[in-house]
């Protein structure tokens, strides 16, 4: 019969060493993804401020002119192909053939209402023409504007009674005809130039002519009406002239 011996002191110690070890090795081996942290997100959160919209519109069926425009307010990153600068004092304004209206904003582009007085060469080209008090207003995307030497401002909403798409009879036509100037730029003067001086003299010459027109005139008879017409427009084309602008 063989007799074995138990040594319990150096059993102990031998476990206790392999206990260490293996605590030891899951230290050294554990991975540097487990060992750190969890890092933050790197997803950005855009500020509600400059949120980019890109599909928002609204119907326009005012005076039935039943068209889709951008939301005013909202952003976008960049023009449409057809826009051109617009300058109004010193500030700049983009407008697009469709008469959508933008504002430079912080890298974006805002869609914005055109300021009160604005001066724009042509009209949108899908615009509805109203009339009040017998006086012709084209609509287009919320804006209204009216005729003027040289091109067409934007007014505040006429008030009255409005005749929408009304006919126009001969004697209206010529006397509305009238109102047109054809403004070449003899000196070769650039857009913006030609921008800035339109407005200038229309300022110059609403003071010498004491006559508006784009607005409704009150008060006035029809021969006052008539004779400030002739002096703004008068007025207009020799500060334009003066500019080195031929003027018809």
Known sequence: MISVKFNFKKCFVV???????????????????????????????????????????????????????????HYFRSLPRDHRVIRHGSSRYYSTSHGVWYRPYRGLYEVIAPPIGIFVPFLPLFYTTVRVHGAPYYYANGTYYTQTPGGYVVVHPPQGEVMENPPVTDDEDEGFMDDKLFIYPSKGQSEKQRDLDRYECHQWALEQADYDPTQISSGRSADEVMQGRVEYRRAIAACLESRGYAVK
Request: avoid cysteine; proline fraction near 5%; glycine fraction near 4%.
């Open 15 to 73: 476990v206790l060493s392999l206990f260490m070890l293996t605590f030891v090795s899951e230290l050294v081996f554990t991975p540097a993804s487990q060992a750190q942290p969890s890092r933050k997100s790197s997803v950005r959160t855009v500020k509600k401020g400059s949120t980019v919209h890109h599909r928002k519109q609204f119907f326009d069926a005012r005076h039935s002119h039943n068209r889709a425009y951008p939301v005013r307010g």
